[in-house]
């Protein structure tokens, strides 16, 4: 019993049990419906892992939401739930978009520039929350909400300005090719052209797909916030507040700037996500009907690592694949794609029960040898 | 052990397990009807599960219980109502904002038919109760109008108004001054006078010794013990309890006091509702002096201690520790001047729960070159440190370092609170409370070391709702009452009578 629940009370164990229960739960659904679950799963994995370009797509896909989960992992350990992730990823991409446009100088500063403007962005835009939650003890969950929609109109509002506003489209001008993500530019290079020519492997999975470096930045970018949780004083005093603040401010720890510094951090990882997106996938801004959820999913995945930013790798990959494999279903057998988002939500909805049913298992152990329940 | 009529309540081979953990093992009681029977034991000895599983709050895993000689089985509180008993817990419960007659009838209405509530009958049936039992209270005041005391009788009223013959009451003097101790030991003999059965939990001896006919003492699960109280002294009843001889008097020499440490001048502080906590209160504190503030709870000692640890700001006044003020700074500040402080509520604002031992130790000097280097935390020396103080306080268990500290026992919980304020050096040491919920072995411990670090020569302000404490601690000793010091005196040169009455609002005559 007692090594039972000691493996049980494993945060990886319950995530992987979520996501067998979310496969399972999905299974269920399907057959309900007339379909034969294996046979969609077959073609869901066959549609993730068939060809090595859908491989390098995934993990497309999965940086930005990498990024923006990270940034929703490192404001829970502090205590905060950073929902307004997607406007903080929105502004990243609005000003990403507006420097490339106005700047030109050479790819080796250029490039840089935008990410750091991007980022910075971000980080200023959520610092705003982290000030009016800190000085005004306005919960950041509604300055988030309200936050994002802002974000939302002022990225339409920058697309429809004339001076970057492509006549006849609903977007932006494309960036200068300076601020291109290096990757795309190496390709589009003589000497990458000449490569891939030659290549066929790698032809595949850069020539065919917007590779970027994003993924390796969101690598760079959880190891970081690892290391300044675990191994600084900053993060010392981060893990502090959100664990207690009232024992960290009476021991002189400032909870009121550790607050804004928290929604500093997380906006400006969103912000760099955002930025990132532009460089290295679209180019340029679009002008948005809905919210696009690059924000919204990384709360998923944030929860779906059960906090951890090295975490919020994996899950934002197997986000992004389900997601991605997803497509193949309705296109082979018409089953219809939802079925993946009752596979993510479900594994979602269980591995947010991670924090509850360790607490059950004690409690029942607790009990001992009481039969009752 | 035969079953005889003429015991109100006897419990059989009581056995309790929680886990792997036995709280209680096969242990035996037996209370007299009509008599004041009290429970006694440390913290952790079983005294509360014992009587949760009378009152059936928790069900026991083996044993019988009898009442009047009849076996029952408790299973839940209405149960344990039913068969007449009542219970009055530590923490009341209470709702604030309804009068203490709508607090009494609470789920056991008197109504006029379609659920009218006829308070008429119910205030004549309370006030009956009230007349009967001398528990003077007013039933149309609002609880959060009354005081603690007040709160208990009615505590006491709700219990005989559901038909109690059998009353427990969970270390009832904890929250009273000596005067409203006096009053409820009043009220206790008047019920056992009219048959009621009185079961008290404990771990003040002299109380026992004053109310009780009989006592069992419980240790570690385990039954000790029962005598009469007649027969016993309270270092026998200490000695039974702990199970080694303790100090029940922390030993302590004369102080040898130096210059003022620490002074608030005329201090002003609000509380939340925005009214004066805290009102002109001057107060000094020499180095090697102890200087103990008796009150009951609620007097400005919360808004006091933050005020000086800037937690709160002041209105009005100065707080000097070595001729800085530091009023109105941060609490970064009044720690960089040296004020170190053990809190009130340990668990809120003492500790990072989840935190390790070892990183609660740092809490407040992570940032010194000892434990940090350009920003990067040195783990081992952190390490090292809490393995040294672990064993300099005795903090079990001696392998805990990287343990969360939540894993912990109340008591070792503040030890390694006291270790880290003790560990700061500071010139000026705030205890709060520093042994509330603690057991002898735990108080004895803390007593020698807030006497030794005044030997050394700090200033130290003791905080405590417990006048003992207060009083066998105190070099200098200073009521507090409505947000003022009403009255300063030196050690020996006051009775606890008198400081009751002060800390009541009373005066004191010539």
């Known amino acids: 019993m007692d090594n039972i629940s000691k493996i049980l009370k494993h945060k990886i164990t319950f995530i992987l049990i979520a996501i067998v229960v979310g496969f399972l739960v999905a299974a269920l659904v399907l057959g309900l419906t007339g379909y034969n679950p294996l046979e969609v799963y077959r073609i869901l994995f066959k549609g993730m892992f068939s060809k090595p370009r859908y491989i390098m797509n995934i993990i497309i896909k999965a940086s930005p939401i990498i990024l923006t989960g990270i940034s929703v992992a490192f404001a829970l350990r502090v205590g905060l739930f950073n929902i307004g992730v997607e406007g903080q990823y929105i502004v990243g991409t609005i000003v990403a978009t507006v420097v490339g446009i106005l700047f030109d100088f050479p790819p080796l500063i250029q490039f840089p520039l935008i990410l750091i403007a991007g980022a910075l962005a971000g980080g200023l835009y959520g610092a705003i929350a982290g000030y009016l939650k800190a000085k005004r003890g306005i919960h950041e969950v509604i300055t988030g909400i309200m936050f994002n929609w802002i974000a939302f109109y002022a990225g339409n509002y920058v697309v429809s300005l004339e001076r970057f506003k492509d006549p006849g489209t609903t977007t932006t001008y494309f960036i200068n090719a300076s601020g291109f993500d290096p990757v795309y530019n190496w390709k589009m290079s003589p000497v990458g052209q000449e ?20 993924i390796i930045i969101a690598i ?11 191994k600084t004083t900053k993060g010392y005093e981060l893990r502090a507040v959100g664990l207690n603040k009232y024992a960290s401010g009476a021991s002189g720890i400032n909870v009121e700037k550790n607050t804004m510094q928290t929604l500093l951090i997380a906006g400006a990882t969103a912000g760099l996500s955002g930025a990132l997106s532009i460089t290295g996938v679209s180019q340029r801004l679009f002008e948005l009907m809905a919210l696009e959820n690059y924000g919204f999913n990384g709360l998923s ?22 997601n991605y494999g997803g497509g193949s279903i309705q296109l082979e057998i018409g089953a219809p794609s939802e079925i993946i988002d009752i596979l993510i939500g479900t594994i979602v909805f269980c591995t947010a029960l991670v924090t509850v049913v360790p607490l059950l298992i004690e409690k029942i152990n607790k009990r001992g040898g009481n039969k009752k329940c | 052990m035969n079953i005889q009529e003429d015991y109100a309540v006897q419990m059989r081979g009581i056995t309790k397990r929680f886990g792997s953990f036995t709280a209680l093992a096969h242990v035996d009681i037996k209370i007299k009807k009509g008599t004041i029977h009290s429970i006694l034991g440390e913290n952790g000895a079983g005294k509360t ?15 019988e219980i009898y009442l009047n000689g009849k076996k029952v089985d408790i299973k839940n509180p ?6 007449g008993i009542g219970m009055v817990h530590q923490h009341f419960m209470l709702v604030e904002n309804f009068t203490i007659a709508q607090n009494i009838i609470l789920g056991k209405e008197e109504t006029k038919g379609l659920g009218v509530i006829d308070i008429d009958k119910a205030n004549e049936k309370i006030l009956k109760i009230i007349e009967k039992y001398g528990l003077e209270v007013d039933p149309n005041e609002l609880i959060e109008d009354v005081s603690v005391g007040m709160q208990q009788k009615v505590e006491i009223i709700k219990a005989l108004y559901r038909g109690a013959d059998i009353l427990i009451l969970d270390e009832p003097t904890a929250v009273l001054t000596p005067q409203e101790i006096k009053e409820l030991l009043n009220i206790m003999h008047k019920l056992i006078q009219d048959g009621k059965t009185v079961i008290i939990i404990t771990h003040k001896l002299n109380e026992i010794k004053e109310s009780c006919s009989e006592c069992t003492i419980l240790r570690r699960g385990q039954y000790i013990d029962t005598v009469n109280v007649c027969d016993v002294n309270e270092e026998d009843l200490a000695n039974k309890m702990v199970g080694r001889s303790v100090n029940l008097v922390a030993e302590k020499t004369p102080a040898k006091v130096g210059d003022v440490a620490f002074e608030i001048k005329n201090l002003f502080v609000k509380n939340e509702k925005d009214l004066y906590a805290i009102k002109d209160l001057s107060l000094e504190i020499r180095k090697g002096e102890i200087l103990g503030i008796a009150g009951i709870d609620g007097n400005g000692q919360k808004e006091l201690v933050e005020a000086i640890t800037n937690l709160k ?17 941060s609490p970064a500040y009044v720690l960089k001047n040296k004020v170190a402080t053990i809190h009130e509520d340990r668990q809120k604002v003492g500790l990072v729960l989840d935190f390790t031992v070892a990183e609660n130790i740092v809490l407040e000097s992570f940032k010194s070159p000892e434990y940090s280097k350009n920003g990067i935390i040195l783990k081992d020396k952190i390490i090292n440190k809490a393995k040294e103080l672990i064993k300099k306080f005795d903090i079990r268990p001696g392998d805990s370092e990287e343990l969360a500290v939540r894993g912990l026992s109340g008591g070792n919980q503040q030890k390694v609170i006291i270790a880290r304020e003790v560990e700061n050096n500071p010139d000026l040491l705030i205890a709060v409370q520093p042994t509330r919920g603690l057991d002898v072995g735990a108080i004895e411990f803390i007593h020698k070391t807030l006497i030794s670090e005044r030997d050394k020569g700090k200033a130290i302000l003791l905080i405590s709702y417990e006048l003992d404490e207060v009083m066998n601690l105190s070099d200098t000793l200073a009521v507090i009452y409505d947000g003022s010091i009403v009255d300063t005196f030196k050690q ?17 005559s010539g």
């Open chain 1, 195 to 214: 490569l891939l020519q030659q290549n066929s492997f790698l032809r595949e999975i850069l020539g065919r797909t917007s590779a970027n470096i994003g």
């Open chain 1, 220 to 230: 760079i970018v959880a190891l970081l916030i690892t290391f300044i949780l675990r």
């Open chain 1, 301 to 322: 995945v944030a929860l779906m690592a059960g906090g951890s930013p090295i975490g919020s790798i994996f899950a934002g990959l197997l986000f992004a694949g389900l």
């Open chain 2, 49 to 63: 599960t014992l009587m949760n599983i009378l009152y059936g709050l928790l069900n026991a895993d083996e044993g």
């Open chain 2, 78 to 83: 209405n149960i344990a109502i039913e068969h």
């Open chain 2, 313 to 329: 700001p002041t209105e009005k006044g100065k707080i000097r520790i070595n001729g800085v003020e530091i009023q109105n700074t």
């Open chain 2, 492 to 508: 020996g040169t006051v009775d606890e009578n008198t400081i009751g009455l002060l800390m009541a609002g009373g005066k004191v």
